[in-house]
T-cell receptor, first 110, second 115 residues
Framework: DAKTTQPTSMDCAEGRAANLPCNHSTISGNEYVYWYRQIHSQGPQYIIHGLKNNETNEMASLIITEDRKSSTLILPHATLRDTAVYYCIVLTGANSKLTFGKGITLSVRP | SQTIHQWPATLVQPVGSPLSLECTVEGTSNPNLYWYRQAAGRGLQLLFYSVGIGQISSEVPQNLSASRPQDRQFILSSKKLLLSDSGFYLC??????????????FGQGTRLTVV
């Protein structure tokens, strides 16, 4: 019951932008969209989150559609070290249970 | 700063032996705490979830149990390990963010091999 759907995998060339889509059509008004990534054999790493406005930090940008039913994580200049499984999840602020779907495997090729 | 300690990093245990994995959190209070398991090549499966001391929710039936004796301590245990308990175990915590939403952070995991 992760409440999000993502493609199974995608790849992109090193140095190009990687656009990772996520559908969350049942998102409610108080739920935030979060992105994490997991590099092999490590714990998941927080990337970015947002409610309804687009967000940018040093790692990525998050574009959320106006109806909030989908979002896209953008890695502007992908590197080989960005190869990982990327998880999109939705959470409220109060006692949200952190559950993950299968995520999307991003492979960055040289 | 907020940190999470999980140990050991790797563990090899014989079938039928007991297990105790400990996770402690620093720099925050009253966090939600989680134990996950990840089998090889699979996703993160939520095992246990706790919103406070002594409050444990079990997400899947299994051979494991969890306890929260202190606010920032979460322990995963088994009385007798099975081969199927092998996997990568992750502890995590989350707390309501002052900026809205929920902040969550993960430990570095324990790779358990039951032989």
């Amino acid at each position: 019951d992760a409440k999000t759907t993502q493609p199974t995998s995608m790849d992109c060339a090193e140095g190009r932008a990687a656009n990772l889509p996520c559908n969350h059509s049942t998102i409610s008004g108080n739920e935030y969209v979060y992105w994490y990534r997991q590099i092999h054999s490590q714990g998941p790493q927080y990337i970015i989150h947002g409610l309804k406005n687009n967000e940018t930090n040093e790692m990525a940008s998050l574009i959320i559609t106006e109806d909030r039913k989908s979002s896209t994580l953008i890695l502007p200049h992908a590197t080989l070290r960005d190869t990982a499984v990327y998880y999109c999840i939705v959470l409220t602020g109060a006692n949200s249970k952190l559950t993950f779907g299968k995520g999307i495997t991003l492979s960055v090729r040289p | 700063s907020q940190t999470i300690h999980q140990w050991p990093a790797t563990l090899v245990q014989p079938v039928g032996s007991p297990l105790s994995l400990e996770c402690t959190v620093e720099g925050t209070s009253n966090p939600n705490l989680y134990w996950y398991r990840q089998a090889a090549g699979r996703g993160l499966q939520l095992l246990f979830y706790s919103v406070g001391i002594g409050q444990i929710s079990s997400e899947v039936p299994q051979n494991l149990s969890a306890s929260r004796p202190q606010d920032r301590q979460f322990i995963l245990s088994s009385k007798k390990l099975l081969l199927s308990d092998s996997g990568f175990y992750l502890c995590a915590w989350s707390v309501r963010s002052k900026f809205g939403g929920t902040e969550a952070f993960f430990g570095q995991g324990t790779r358990l091999t039951v032989v």
